[in-house]
Protein backbone atom coordinates (compact mmCIF):
# COMPACT_ATOMS: atom_id res chain seq x y z
CA UNK A 1 0.00 0.00 0.00
CA UNK A 2 1.70 3.24 -0.79
CA UNK A 3 0.26 6.84 0.19
CA UNK A 4 0.74 9.87 -2.09
CA UNK A 5 0.40 13.68 -0.89
CA UNK A 6 0.72 16.14 -3.33
CA UNK A 7 1.31 20.06 -2.59
CA UNK A 8 2.35 23.09 -3.58
CA UNK A 9 -0.02 24.25 -6.08
CA UNK A 10 -1.77 27.44 -6.57
CA UNK A 11 -2.39 31.25 -8.70
CA UNK A 12 -0.08 31.95 -11.06
CA UNK A 13 0.73 34.60 -13.60
CA UNK A 14 1.80 33.35 -17.49
CA UNK A 15 5.13 33.15 -17.33
CA UNK A 16 5.66 32.55 -13.65
CA UNK A 17 6.88 29.24 -11.77
CA UNK A 18 5.31 26.67 -8.85
CA UNK A 19 6.98 24.16 -7.24
CA UNK A 20 4.83 20.88 -6.65
CA UNK A 21 5.87 18.30 -4.17
CA UNK A 22 4.57 14.57 -3.54
CA UNK A 23 5.28 13.13 -0.36
CA UNK A 24 5.07 8.94 -0.50
CA UNK A 25 4.93 6.13 2.33
CA UNK A 26 6.78 3.24 2.25
CA UNK A 27 9.92 2.24 2.97
CA UNK A 28 11.03 1.17 -0.14
CA UNK A 29 10.40 4.58 -1.85
CA UNK A 30 13.58 4.59 -3.46
CA UNK A 31 12.81 1.86 -5.80
CA UNK A 32 9.46 3.38 -7.25
CA UNK A 33 9.53 4.93 -10.16
CA UNK A 34 7.34 8.42 -9.54
CA UNK A 35 5.40 10.17 -12.18
CA UNK A 36 3.68 13.32 -12.96
CA UNK A 37 0.18 13.65 -14.28
CA UNK A 38 -2.45 16.31 -15.21
CA UNK A 39 -5.53 17.00 -15.77
CA UNK A 40 -7.80 19.70 -17.65
CA UNK A 41 -11.37 20.32 -17.21
CA UNK A 42 -12.93 18.44 -19.75
CA UNK A 43 -9.87 16.34 -21.05
CA UNK A 44 -8.11 13.06 -20.40
CA UNK A 45 -5.30 12.49 -17.92
CA UNK A 46 -2.12 12.98 -19.45
CA UNK A 47 1.73 12.02 -18.94
CA UNK A 48 3.53 15.12 -17.69
CA UNK A 49 7.06 13.39 -16.29
CA UNK A 50 8.84 10.59 -14.90
CA UNK A 51 11.66 9.95 -12.55
CA UNK A 52 13.76 6.59 -12.02
CA UNK A 53 14.25 5.46 -8.71
CA UNK A 54 17.66 6.84 -8.20
CA UNK A 55 17.10 9.47 -10.07
CA UNK A 56 19.22 9.06 -12.49
CA UNK A 57 16.54 8.41 -15.59
CA UNK A 58 13.96 11.37 -16.36
CA UNK A 59 10.89 11.69 -19.11
CA UNK A 60 8.90 14.63 -20.17
CA UNK A 61 6.01 14.82 -22.38
CA UNK A 62 6.80 17.46 -25.23
CA UNK A 63 4.76 20.14 -24.06
CA UNK A 64 6.72 20.73 -20.74
CA UNK A 65 9.81 19.68 -21.90
CA UNK A 66 12.60 22.36 -21.35
CA UNK A 67 10.28 24.27 -18.92
CA UNK A 68 9.41 21.22 -15.87
CA UNK A 69 12.11 20.06 -13.91
CA UNK A 70 11.09 16.20 -12.25
CA UNK A 71 13.72 14.89 -9.17
CA UNK A 72 13.66 13.33 -6.39
CA UNK A 73 15.08 13.66 -2.81
CA UNK A 74 14.60 9.91 -1.20
CA UNK A 75 15.62 10.57 2.04
CA UNK A 76 12.70 12.15 2.39
CA UNK A 77 10.31 10.09 0.55
CA UNK A 78 9.94 13.31 -1.76
CA UNK A 79 9.29 13.92 -5.77
CA UNK A 80 9.22 17.24 -6.99
CA UNK A 81 8.08 18.75 -9.94
CA UNK A 82 9.63 22.46 -10.68
CA UNK A 83 7.28 24.30 -13.26
CA UNK A 84 9.18 27.35 -15.33
CA UNK A 85 7.72 29.61 -17.83
CA UNK A 86 4.23 28.77 -17.12
CA UNK A 87 1.32 29.10 -19.68
CA UNK A 88 -2.36 29.00 -19.57
CA UNK A 89 -2.44 26.09 -21.23
CA UNK A 90 -0.73 24.46 -18.03
CA UNK A 91 -3.76 25.04 -15.86
CA UNK A 92 -4.97 21.45 -14.63
CA UNK A 93 -5.03 19.36 -11.50
CA UNK A 94 -1.21 17.89 -10.97
CA UNK A 95 -1.73 14.17 -9.75
CA UNK A 96 1.73 12.43 -8.06
CA UNK A 97 1.32 8.67 -9.18
CA UNK A 98 3.19 5.32 -8.69
CA UNK A 99 2.89 2.27 -11.24
CA UNK A 100 3.47 -0.85 -8.85
CA UNK A 101 1.01 -3.76 -10.77
CA UNK A 102 -1.78 -1.35 -9.80
CA UNK A 103 -1.43 2.89 -9.79
CA UNK A 104 -1.57 4.33 -6.91
CA UNK A 105 -2.74 8.11 -6.85
CA UNK A 106 -2.44 11.52 -4.57
CA UNK A 107 -5.34 13.68 -4.55
CA UNK A 108 -3.95 16.18 -6.84
CA UNK A 109 -2.85 19.58 -6.37
CA UNK A 110 -5.06 22.54 -8.49
CA UNK A 111 -2.71 24.62 -10.46
CA UNK A 112 -4.10 27.82 -12.17
CA UNK A 113 -1.82 29.90 -14.74
CA UNK A 114 -4.02 33.33 -15.48
CA UNK A 115 -2.77 35.23 -18.57
Known amino acids: QVQLVESGGGLVQAGGSLRLSCAASGRTFSIYTMRWFRQAPGKEREFVAFISGSGGSTGYADSVKGRFTISRDNAKNTVYLQMNSLKSEDTAVYYC????????WGQGTQVTVSS
Open 97 to 104: NVPLGKDY
